[in-house]
């Protein structure tokens, strides 16, 4: 191994290994150093997101979906199946195998760029050094003509329900679960909670959600939020709001959680609790004392735009800076930064990100949220319409939810898109590219979609923007 690179980038989830990646197509050597352990103890590549978080939580969402809609709805478009069943053991290899085929692309992929990977904990010293430390303990020490940061994020613990790995868990052992719980505890109901939660009530558990916040989902547009929340407990899961935890006990293999609600004490008892209260940027070995960079009052390492910390030729992305803990935008955080290395002028658009919640129906935004633009003054002209006129999600039994555009009352410039319904994940992303180009809500209604398809639901609310939609009832409305 080589004790000099032109890049050295700590961390291969998404960010540093896209980082890694583009750092050597563009020509520079490149080692990527990470301390993860599978299973077995052997190294992995790709981070929370694809181990522990984003992929294995997707495997289970897709799966328990299906189930559910064989058990539940099949009926009801003339299929008849009797005796629908789950196999855990079965899915979770599955999960697992997925999870290994990704690993396993990131190491093939680093082997034709030629990014030495190392396996091992890094530690940022003065001058752009490196301190590698191996399995068995030996220290050497890198150097480097940039240095890319990029250790992502760990759960948040709380101190009123402790973790113990078996009944406490978190968000990561959560996807571990060899059986289905009776009843499931979740602590928030965020992103992650509300994903883990759907999982295994689809599956049979009895899922309750206690969610400190009065208000759901307040990152999301609020009629979004209104709708999504209805739906989920049309579902059958059990979102208490403004229930603060204030403390938790085991006895009989349950455990007992006690929580606040407005000035009632309650508690609930449940098999299994998941705390799913957020993530944390995982800094701890990190940074020497003299290594010139620096931490927010959050623990979040300080950036500029560029991504560039305050030590001379060291940068870090992704979960550990600002903006949303977010896979895809670390990655383009690593592009943004492997590129401006080499001299380019590569710049991430923070107005354009987008947030997906993967439940059924999926949740996504991008840009304002009419509540934003409310408190802000500027005036707005909102299009929406609802997939129970879409062609295709009523031919496909699947037309809950709506698509919800926010226009710029003088220019008409998209300003916000929100969707909550069937592929809103993949819907988003024709919002991203429309805002990337600044296009106005006029341009979309006059962008051509194929038909039937759910797409055509974003045609329609953009065209419902100016009052001109074609398959409802206009509704247009302005602040």
Same mark, same amino acid.
């Given at each position: 191994? +080589?004790d000099?690179?032109?890049v050295? *980038? !700590?961390g +291969?989830g ?11 197509q ?22 929370t997101?694809?181990n ?7 495997a289970l ?7 559910a ?9 003339g299929?008849?199946?009797e005796?629908?069943g789950?196999d *855990? ?19 093939t992929?680093?082997?034709?760029n ?11 010293l ?7 430390t ?14 890319i ?14 973790? #113990?790995?078996e009944l $406490?868990?978190?968000s990561?052992?959560?996807l571990?679960?060899t059986?289905?719980?009776?009843r ?9 909670g509300?994903?883990l ?8 558990s009895?899922?309750?959600?206690? &969610?400190?916040?009065?208000e ?11 709708d ?9 899961m ?11 006990? !085991? ?11 407005g000035d ?6 449940v098999?299994?609790?998941i ?6 940027p995982?800094?701890?070995e ?6 010139g960079? #620096?931490?927010?009052?959050r623990?979040? $390492?300080y950036?500029n735009?560029?991504?560039?910390t &305050?030590?001379?030729?060291v940068?870090?992305?992704?979960d550990v ?9 670390g990655?383009e ?12 002028k590569?710049q ?5 990100v987008?947030s997906?919640i ?5 949740i ?19 299009g929406s ?5 879409s062609?295709?999600?009523l031919?496909a039994?699947?037309a ?5 555009? $926010? ?6 410039r ?6 909550l ?11 991203v ?10 341009d979309?209604?006059?962008t051509m979609f194929?038909?039937p398809t ?8 953009a ?13 247009k409305?302005?602040?």
């Open positions: 191994m +080589a000099k690179f032109d050295i *980038v !700590i +291969a998404p960010g540093g290994y896209t980082a890694a990646i583009r750092c050597a563009l020509g520079f050597s490149t080692a990527c150093i990470d301390k993860s352990q599978d299973k077995s103890g052997a190294p992995v590549l790709g981070g997101c694809l522990w978080g984003c992929i294995p939580s997707k969402l897709d799966v328990s979906h299906k189930f809609e064989a058990r539940d709805h099949f009926s009801e478009l299929i008849t199946i005796g629908v789950v *855990v053991a079965k899915m979770m290899a599955r999960k697992d195998k997925v999870v290994a085929q990704l690993t396993g692309g990131i190491a992929l680093f082997k034709a030629g990014v030495t990977s190392i396996a091992g904990c890094a530690r940022l003065a001058g752009k050094k490196v301190e590698h191996n399995a068995q303990g030996q220290v050497s020490i890198l150097e480097a003509g940039h240095v940061l990029a250790p992502g994020s760990v759960p948040v613990a709380i101190e009123p329900t402790p973790l #113990n790995g $406490i868990v978190d990561e052992r959560a571990e679960f059986e289905v719980p009776p499931l505890g979740v602590i928030g109901a965020g992103a992650i509300l994903e939660g759907s999982v295994w009530s689809r599956l049979g009895e899922v309750i959600i206690l &969610e400190a916040l009065e759901f989902l307040p990152a999301a547009d609020q009629r979004i939020a209104r999504g929340l209805r739906i989920l407990k049309k579902q059958g059990d979102i208490r709001l403004g229930a603060r935890v204030m403390g938790s006990s !085991i006895e009989d293999n349950a455990v007992s959680i006690e929580y606040v609600e009632e004490q309650n508690h609930v008892e098999d299994k609790v705390v799913a209260v957020g993530r944390r995982y800094t701890e990190l940074l020497a004392p003299d290594s960079v #620096n931490l927010d009052e623990g979040f $390492i950036v735009e560029g991504c560039e &305050e030590a001379p030729g940068y870090a992305v992704g800076v600002r903006g949303p803990m977010l896979a895809h935008k990655m955080e690593g592009m943004m930064v492997a590129e401006r290395i080499a001299g380019e590569s991430v658009n923070y107005d354009t987008p997906v993967y439940t059924h129906p999926e996504a935004w991008v840009g304002k949220t009419e509540e934003e633009l409310k408190a802000s003054g500027d005036g707005y002209v909102v319409f609802p997939f129970a006129a062609g295709r999600a031919a039994a699947d809950e939810g709506m698509v919800k555009i $926010i226009a710029d009352a003088e220019s008409d998209i300003l916000g898109v929100h969707v319904g069937p592929q809103a994940s993949e819907l988003i992303a024709e919002a590219i429309a805002m990337e180009f600044s296009a106005s809500a006029e979309l209604g006059l194929a038909h759910l797409s055509e639901s974003m045609h329609e609310a065209l419902a923007v100016g009052g001109h939609a074609i398959h409802m009832v206009n509704r409305r302005s602040n």
